[in-house]
C-alpha cells in the first residue's frame, strides 16, 4: 500500500512523489534524478497530473480502511448487549392496570366459568429481584345474575317448607383488595446480558385478599391463588395476561346464604371467583446505580 505522498517542486515543474513498496512498479516513472529532489530516497515522480496507477493505490487504501470500519461495526454492535446489560437500570417498582372479566361461583352459579362480568383495577408491584416480586391490587368485579334457568330448586322460604320457587336477582360488584407474592420461573428483564435475562416470562401467584360485596353488604377475607405471564415491551413497560382465582370465607357476597338450608364450613359451600385480566405498568423508582459498587 501507499506509505506516504511528497510534493517536490524542481524548477518550474512540480513532480508529485509517492512512497511504494519495493515490490511495485509503475510504467512510465523515472526515478528522480534532480539534485533538488535527491532527498526523496526510493521514491518515484510524476508530474502533478496523477497516473491512473497512483488512483488504483490510493483506491485500494480506502478499501482496505473501509473493511477495517466495517469490521469495528460489527464488534460493536456484538458487544452492545453485554454493554446495556452492565449499564441497564434497574427499578424497584411498577404502577399500572388491569382489564378483564371475572367470573363468580356462588349460589347462582357453578360453573367455573359461566357468569361472566367485567373487571377493571390498579396495582402496584413491588420487585426483588428478577425473578421475584410482590404486588398489590385492587380491583371492581361487576356482578349480574339471577335465578331464572337455575337447574337447583331454591325454595322460596328460608325454612326450606315452600313448594314455590325462590325469584331472585342480583346486581352489584365486588371490591377486592389482594397482596400477592409473584415467582418468576425465568429471571426477568430487557436485556438478556451475562444475567440470563428474558423478556416473556410465566409466573405463579400467592396472596391474600380482602373482598367486599355491595350486594350481599358482606366483608370477608379470601386467598387468592393464580398464574401469569409478563412481557418486557420496552425497558420501563410492561405487558402482562393472569388468570386467578379468590377462595372466600363468606357465603354472603351474592345476597343468598344457604338457601337450600345447609350450613358449610371453611371455604365449602362459599361464594368465590376468578379473574382474567390483561395488566400494563410502567417501571418506577430507580435503583441507585453507585450502590452496591465498590
Same mark, same amino acid.
Given at each position: 500500500?501507499?506509505?506516504?505522498?511528497?510534493?517536490?517542486?524542481?524548477?518550474?515543474?512540480?513532480?508529485?512523489?509517492?512512497?511504494?513498496?519495493?515490490?511495485?512498479?509503475?510504467?512510465?516513472?523515472?526515478?528522480?534524478?534532480?539534485?533538488?529532489?535527491?532527498?526523496?530516497?526510493?521514491?518515484?515522480?510524476?508530474?502533478?497530473?496523477?497516473?491512473?496507477?497512483?488512483?488504483?493505490?490510493?483506491?485500494? @487504501?480506502? #478499501?482496505?480502511? $473501509?473493511?477495517?470500519?466495517?469490521?469495528?461495526?460489527?464488534? !460493536? %454492535?456484538?458487544?452492545?448487549?453485554? &454493554?446495556?446489560?452492565?449499564?441497564?437500570?434497574?427499578?424497584?417498582?411498577?404502577?399500572?392496570?388491569?382489564?378483564?372479566?371475572?367470573?363468580?361461583?356462588?349460589?347462582?352459579?357453578?360453573?367455573?366459568?359461566?357468569?361472566?362480568?367485567?373487571?377493571?383495577?390498579?396495582?402496584?408491584?413491588?420487585?426483588?429481584?428478577?425473578?421475584?416480586?410482590?404486588?398489590?391490587?385492587?380491583?371492581?368485579?361487576?356482578?349480574?345474575?339471577?335465578?331464572?334457568?337455575?337447574?337447583?330448586?331454591?325454595?322460596?322460604?328460608?325454612?326450606?317448607?315452600?313448594? @314455590?320457587? #325462590?325469584?331472585? $336477582?342480583?346486581?352489584?360488584?365486588?371490591?377486592?383488595?389482594? !397482596? %400477592?407474592?409473584?415467582?418468576?420461573? &425465568?429471571?426477568?428483564?430487557?436485556?438478556?446480558?451475562?444475567?440470563?435475562?428474558?423478556?416473556?416470562?410465566?409466573?405463579?401467584?400467592?396472596?391474600?385478599?380482602?373482598?367486599?360485596?355491595?350486594?350481599?353488604?358482606?366483608?370477608?377475607?379470601?386467598?387468592?391463588?393464580?398464574?401469569?405471564?409478563?412481557?418486557?415491551?420496552?425497558?420501563?413497560?410492561?405487558?402482562?395476561?393472569?388468570?386467578?382465582?379468590?377462595?372466600?370465607?363468606?357465603?354472603?357476597?351474592?345476597?343468598?346464604?344457604?338457601?337450600?338450608?345447609?350450613?358449610?364450613?371453611?371455604?365449602?359451600?362459599?361464594?368465590?371467583?376468578?379473574?382474567?385480566?390483561?395488566?400494563?405498568?410502567?417501571?418506577?423508582?430507580?435503583?441507585?446505580?453507585?450502590?452496591?459498587?465498590?
Amino acid at each position: 500500500m501507499c506509505e506516504a505522498v511528497y510534493i517536490c517542486e524542481a524548477g518550474a515543474r512540480i513532480y508529485l512523489a509517492v512512497v511504494l513498496p519495493h515490490d511495485i512498479q509503475l510504467e512510465g516513472l523515472s526515478r528522480n534524478t534532480d539534485k533538488r529532489c535527491q532527498g526523496f530516497a526510493h521514491r518515484w515522480q510524476t508530474p502533478l497530473s496523477i497516473r491512473f496507477d497512483i488512483y488504483n493505490c490510493m483506491i485500494s @487504501n480506502i #478499501l482496505q480502511l $473501509s473493511r477495517r470500519v466495517a469490521l469495528l461495526m460489527v464488534l !460493536a %454492535l456484538v458487544a452492545h448487549p453485554a &454493554l446495556m446489560a452492565q449499564d441497564e437500570v434497574e427499578y424497584k417498582m411498577e404502577i399500572g392496570g388491569a382489564i378483564g372479566v371475572n367470573h363468580a361461583v356462588n349460589d347462582l352459579n357453578s360453573k367455573l366459568f359461566g357468569a361472566m362480568g367485567l373487571t377493571g383495577g390498579g396495582m402496584l408491584r413491588f420487585v426483588l429481584n428478577p425473578r421475584m416480586a410482590v404486588k398489590t391490587a385492587l380491583t371492581y368485579n361487576a356482578w349480574n345474575n339471577n335465578t331464572n334457568g337455575l337447574k337447583a330448586f331454591y325454595p322460596a322460604s328460608e325454612t326450606g317448607a315452600s313448594e @314455590n320457587r #325462590l325469584e331472585y $336477582s342480583m346486581k352489584g360488584g365486588i371490591v377486592d383488595l389482594s !397482596a %400477592l407474592y409473584e415467582l418468576h420461573f &425465568l429471571p426477568y428483564g430487557y436485556v438478556e446480558g451475562y444475567q440470563g435475562y428474558k423478556r416473556l416470562v410465566p409466573y405463579i401467584q400467592l396472596g391474600l385478599g380482602f373482598s367486599y360485596s355491595d350486594i350481599g353488604k358482606a366483608f370477608t377475607m379470601n386467598v387468592p391463588f393464580g398464574v401469569g405471564l409478563k412481557y418486557k415491551a420496552a425497558p420501563r413497560l410492561n405487558l402482562g395476561l393472569e388468570w386467578r382465582m379468590h377462595f372466600s370465607l363468606s357465603d354472603k357476597l351474592d345476597g343468598l346464604s344457604a338457601p337450600l338450608g345447609i350450613q358449610s364450613s371453611g371455604f365449602r359451600n362459599k361464594d368465590h371467583y376468578g379473574m382474567a385480566l390483561f395488566t400494563i405498568t410502567y417501571d418506577i423508582s430507580a435503583v441507585c446505580p453507585a450502590c452496591n459498587k465498590d
